[in-house]
Structure formats: C-alpha cells, structure tokens
C-alpha cells in the first residue's frame, strides 16, 4: 500500500492504544549522552524527552503544557514565576519527585560545567516555598521564560549525588553519562554508545499511557543506504531522516510511509570574526578577511541557495532570510528577503574590501548532522570559487565537530539552530550576543560577532510584554544583522521521516520523536 502523509496531518495517533508492540528506529546521529544537563544538543534533548522531565512540556502542536507543574503563575510585578509541582510523582528508581529535585537541578544545569546553563541567564535565584513550590525569580520581567524551560529536564538529587554524579561532565563522562533516572514515559534498560540504546515504558509514570510499545530500540545508522534497506526489510520501524534523495522512490514502495514536514532549524554558515588571522587554507596566517562585513556580505551574494534547494534538497527546503523561520514567535516580515544571487555583486564587494584577487581559506562541516550537510558545504565551497574565494573544506563527524568549533578551529562553518523557545528572541541570545560567559550569553556565538546594539535590546526583548513594541525590537535586530551580515542564513531544513505503513506517530516541527504517541498496529 503506498501512503504519502503532510506535516499538516501529523500522522494522528490512535484515541486508545492497540495491542503491545515492539518497536525499533534508527537515525543518523546517536545521543552524545544521557545527561540532561552535560550537552545541549537536539539529538541529545530530543532523545531524552522520553526518559526525563520538566516542569513544563510541549504538545503535539509545539503549545506549552503542564509536565512536573501542574500551574504556574507570575510573582509580582515580573518579578519572577511560581510553579506548583505535581503530587504523586515517582522517578524510575522509585524514589520521591519534590522541590528539592527542582532546586538541585537548577544548580546543575545552571552550573558552569553544563551546556546548558545559558538557559538560566534571565534567572537570579531559584526557590523553595515547600517541598511542592518552587519560585524562579527573574533579574527583569520574563514573560517569555515557562517556553524557555521546556527542555530543561528534573535529575533526582539522591541518585545523582549517591552516583558521584551531582554536576555533568561533557568531556570524561560519569554515571549519568550512560544511566539515567527520569520520571518520564520510557526507561534506559540498556545502552551501548554508538550502537543500540533499549528503552521500556515506565509502569509508575504519572501520565496516561497512550502509546502499545513494550520495548523501544534506537540504533545510530550513518549510511543513508543502509537506513533505507532496514526500513524497507523491516529490520526497523522508522529512519529519521529519510535521504531526500530516496523520499520519492520510498512513496512508491508498498509496505512504508513518507511523512514531510518543515523544521524549525535554519542552515545557515557562520564566521570567524573575532580571529585576527585565517587558520587554515593557503592564506592561512594572514589578516582575516571575514571581520569585514563587505567580504561576509559577498559570501551571502556568491551562495546560490535556490540551486542547493533545488538540486541537493529536491524542492524540499525554504529559503531563509534570518536566524528563525516565519513559523516562528517574532519572525520579523519586515526583513523577509534574502540577499539576491550575484556573482558580479559579491566580486565587487570583495575588489572593495582589497581582496580582487580572492584569498583562501577554511570551511568546517559537520558530515552528519544535518540533511546532506557536507554535500551543502561542498556547493558552497564550489559557488565561492566562481568569485575567486578558495574555500579548503574539511567534513567531519558532529562528534568531533563540536569541539572544533568551541576550541575557534575554524575561519567559516555550517550551523543549523532551531529556537527552543519558537521565539525569535532565542537565536539572538545564543548566536549575536557578544559573548559572555559570566552572563551565559552567546554560548553558540563560535565566531564572536559582537554588536553593542544588539546586546542592550536583548534584556529588552526579554522583558518586553507589549508585543507590538517587542516586534520593533527584533524587527530593528534582524535589520542589523542583515546589514552586517552576522550569519549567512540559507534554508530552513525539511523533516523527511519513514516508517513502516502500521505506524502511527506526530511529527513536530522541532525533530523530537516522542515515543509516548507512538503506536504500532
């Protein structure tokens, strides 16, 4: 039977679940950790909404709902957030959930050590009312901050401290790294790193069980070929993603469905421009050309981005103008367009700026990590030879890639971000703030682009509850980031995922699959 489902359709999952079902999927990328707080990364976060917590969650349609807090009210006059904890709520181990977990979690994933602590930035102090309040005060209003918190999920303070795992260790690992202990629908059983990871559902969870999964199994498939070939032989139940490539040829086949969406993510390339020299390429050594907006802006003119989306995303992907999509909370539609392609325009700007002879340079790319990363990057580097730049490039593993960017390894590089929040107020905290780790502002800023004007309107936004006067703000922010070229934002990436035609699943627009809908017929 052949089956083609839209993003609109989300796959509905069934009203009350069916008889119980194994169930096995595979994706591109395994979970770096099981650590909540060590690494804020989607595939990391995405994975572990199954197993932990917050207090808040998201629905099916991205809306905020109640998870750890039943309720939630402001205290004040925007001074800060009451949560109202939920009672009866148990962690896989058994033990009890309180306001103690809450306050020990703050403190580690707000601790320097986390990925996540850019999170709490707005925080100035979290807490206990009893053992089942909890405030989080705030250093400005923050209308925006219960959608902050969304992926900020609740450690068990006894078992963490009993396994010597009270704050998260990204580089050497400790207990947490590789158990886990959530209060969330499915169990860590079993996990071997970078092969398989089991998970089972919690018979104590707190929530109704709507899924009929007994056991779950996610096993990291880098080959796209190889992906294809389980899903078609059954070996597996889904692949996330589909290769664009092969969606087409897998809508004919009987047997699988092709559901599509589009993401929240914007691909985009990102600059070195705090660097005084170029560290790679044969130029390497001499001053850096991407400090200078007019070499950052003929980049933005020499990539072809409706090529890329017509012939390496197949008409799949929509051009983007700025750091979040038009589905997003404060999407400016006053700076809606994206630089024109154009050769002799770039050349130009480049003869400006006193490189008409081109230079050479870097480019760092992920290689799995996001859909046809390094074929995107090797465009590229093919669109910038037409005016004269010599981009060296070196595709890697995310696994390695990640250190490279944190460790300034790099004089351009591929990103893709997708706001936790869905509010356009998220990319300008971790992507254009100048960088400040006391603050915990900027933390995905690689390249150090820094713009005073920038920094004093984010605590703006941030407390801003007119949003009319809030929009000109990250109206007036966008403008300035277009007219520096901060970024080169190219496309919004397409969700292509496959699975089985007995499967009923939602897909969100964030790529997290979320085992609890979930039925297998």
């Known amino acids: 039977m052949r089956h083609m489902l839209s993003a609109a359709a989300l796959a509905a999952v069934c009203a009350a679940p069916v008889a119980a079902e194994e169930f096995k999927w595979a994706g591109t990328t395994d979970p770096q950790t099981m650590d909540p707080h060590a690494v804020n990364s989607a595939p990391v976060l995405g994975f572990l909404n199954n ?28 001074e800060g957030w009451r949560f109202h904890l939920r009672e009866g709520v148990t962690f896989h181990d058994g033990s009890t959930f309180d306001a103690e977990d809450v306050l020990f979690s703050y403190e580690r994933a707000s601790n320097e050590v ?35 918190i969304a992926n900020w999920m609740i450690v068990d303070k006894g078992w963490a401290e009993a396994n010597n795992a009270a704050l998260p260790d990204k580089e050497n690992g400790n207990y947490a790294t590789l158990n ?79 559901i599509q969406g589009i993401e929240a993510r914007v691909i985009m390339l990102g600059f070195a421009q705090e660097s005084d020299v170029l560290k790679y390429g ?29 012939t390496i995303m197949r008409g799949n992907a929509e051009p983007a103008s700025q750091l979040v999509s038009p589905a997003m ?41 996001y859909l046809n990363d390094e074929a995107v990057c090797q465009a590229v580097t093919a669109m910038l030879a037409k005016v004269g730049i010599d981009a060296q490039l070196d595709a890697m593993p995310v696994s390695n890639y990640w250190p490279e960017l944190r460790a300034d390894n790099f004089d351009m590089y591929l990103l893709g971000w997708s706001p936790g929040t869905f509010d356009a107020e998220h990319p300008i905290r971790f992507l254009a703030h100048t960088p400040n780790s006391e603050k915990k502002l900027g933390s995905w800023n690689f390249g150090g682009y820094s713009n005073a004007k920038i920094d004093e309107m984010l605590p703006m936004i941030q407390s801003e509850i007119d949003d009319g006067k809030r929009q000109m703000m990250l109206d007036e922010s966008a403008a300035i980031l277009q007219a520096e070229t901060a970024y080169v934002p190219m496309y919004v990436q397409p969700l292509v995922w496959g699975t089985r035609d007995n499967v009923s699943l939602t897909q969100r627009p964030d790529n997290f699959f979320i085992l609890r809908w979930v039925n297998v017929q």
Not at 118 to 145: C, G, H, Q, R, Y
Request: charged share 25%.
């Open 51 to 78: 197993v932990y917590e917050g207090l808040v969650r998201r629905g099916k349609d991205m809306s905020i709902a109640p998870a750890l807090a039943t309720s939630w009210e402001p205290i004040g006059e925007g």
């Open 114 to 148: 986390s990925d996540t602590r850019s999170w709490f930035a707005p925080v100035s102090e979290v807490k206990m009312v009893d053992s089942k309040t909890i405030d989080i005060l705030t250093k400005a209003p923050n209308p925006i901050f219960p959608d902050s």
């Open 180 to 258: 886990a202990n959530g209060t969330g629908a499915f169990m860590v059983t079993e996990r071997e790193p970078g092969l398989r990871t089991q998970l089972k559902p919690f018979d104590g969870w707190w929530d109704e069980a709507t899924h009929n999964i007994t056991v779950a199994e996610f096993t990291p498939i880098q080959n796209p070929a190889t992906a294809v070939a389980a899903l078609l032989s059954g070996e597996v139940d889904m692949i996330n993603p589909v290769p664009i490539q092969d969606a087409a040829r897998l809508q004919g086949q009987d047997g699988v469905q092709v």
């Open 282 to 310: 044969a130029d390497a050594g001499k001053p850096n050309p991407f400090k200078d907006a007019r070499v950052r802006e003929a980049v933005s003119k020499a990539v072809n981005v409706d090529a890329i989306l017509k």
């Open 329 to 369: 909370r404060g999407y400016s539609a006053a700076n809606m367009d994206r630089p024109a392609y154009d050769v002799d325009g770039a050349k130009a700007l480049l003869a400006e700026a006193g490189y008409a002879d081109g230079f050479s340079f870097g480019l760092k790319c992920p290689n799995n990590r």
